[in-house]
């Protein structure tokens, strides 16, 4: 039977920005079990990216009445599945600080392009406009991100923490986050119960 193993960019120098990671079952740090996580930055210096299947219990519309970006839930003129955007735990760094990942259909000063598909906002001008129904098509709220300092994550893949893959943009927007996990893996042609057979066989 072959082992179920990473090769993608651990230490061989190429970013991973716009790729998944997809936590193994064995992953120690029990904040990121069966996470997946979107990278949005990853050079030697480090990487940063966020968790996109962990949804938090606030609404979207809460949360801009939260930050008074608006006063009520019916001030929200935006299509009715912009006013169904999850909210979701983007990492333990920074928890209430706020970013919105979207589809590549806007742009704003502080907006960085992920890949041609995904940009990241995190600056106030977006809520405004999706509030406004001016906002990209497709996004997604994240409170706080998870970090790693230089050589921290090419040490955790080569460890076998990470199953790293290219980015999907409907696995990130459409698909309901508790499917997520297994869709990712099933991204890489893998069955989450074998997954979880070979580490229990490690």
Same mark, same amino acid.
């Given at each position: 039977m072959t082992e179920t193993r990473n090769t993608a960019a651990?230490?061989?120098?190429?970013?991973?920005?716009?790729? @998944?990671l997809i936590a193994m079952p064995g992953m120690s740090d029990k904040r990121f079990a069966k996470s997946v996580v979107y990278i949005?930055?990853?050079? /030697?210096?480090?990487a940063m990216g966020f968790v996109i299947n962990k949804p938090q219990t606030m609404s979207f519309p809460t949360l801009l009445m939260?930050? +008074?970006? =608006?006063?009520?839930? +019916?001030? =929200?003129?935006? /299509?009715?599945?912009? %006013?169904? =955007?999850?909210?979701?735990?983007g990492g333990p760094v920074e928890s209430g600080?706020? @970013?919105?990942?979207?589809?590549? &259909?806007? %742009?704003?000063?502080?907006?960085?392009?992920?890949d041609s598909? =995904?940009?990241l906002t995190p600056t106030m001008d977006i809520l %405004?406009?999706?509030? %406004? *129904?001016?906002?990209?098509?497709?996004?997604m709220m994240v409170l706080g991100y998870a970090g790693w300092s230089a050589g921290q994550l090419e040490s955790e893949i080569a460890a076998?923490?990470?199953?790293?893959?290219? *980015?999907? @943009?409907?696995?990130?927007f459409s698909t309901r986050a508790e499917q997520k996990y297994s869709s990712a893996l099933a991204k890489m042609?893998? &069955? /989450?119960a074998f997954l979880a057979a070979e580490a229990g066989h490690a």
């Amino acid at each position: 039977m072959t082992e179920t193993r990473n090769t993608a960019a651990a230490g061989n120098g190429t970013s991973l920005e716009g790729s @998944f990671l997809i936590a193994m079952p064995g992953m120690s740090d029990k904040r990121f079990a069966k996470s997946v996580v979107y990278i949005c930055a990853h050079s /030697p210096n480090g990487a940063m990216g966020f968790v996109i299947n962990k949804p938090q219990t606030m609404s979207f519309p809460t949360l801009l009445m939260q930050l +008074e970006v =608006i006063a009520r839930p +019916e001030d =929200i003129l935006m /299509p009715e599945h912009g %006013k169904n =955007i999850v909210v979701t735990n983007g990492g333990p760094v920074e928890s209430g600080r706020g @970013f919105v990942l979207h589809s590549g &259909d806007y %742009k704003s000063v502080g907006t960085v392009v992920v890949d041609s598909n =995904i940009s990241l906002t995190p600056t106030m001008d977006i809520l %405004k406009a999706l509030s %406004k *129904g001016t906002g990209p098509h497709s996004a997604m709220m994240v409170l706080g991100y998870a970090g790693w300092s230089a050589g921290q994550l090419e040490s955790e893949i080569a460890a076998n923490g990470w199953l790293t893959c290219p *980015g999907d @943009f409907d696995i990130v927007f459409s698909t309901r986050a508790e499917q997520k996990y297994s869709s990712a893996l099933a991204k890489m042609g893998i &069955d /989450p119960a074998f997954l979880a057979a070979e580490a229990g066989h490690a």
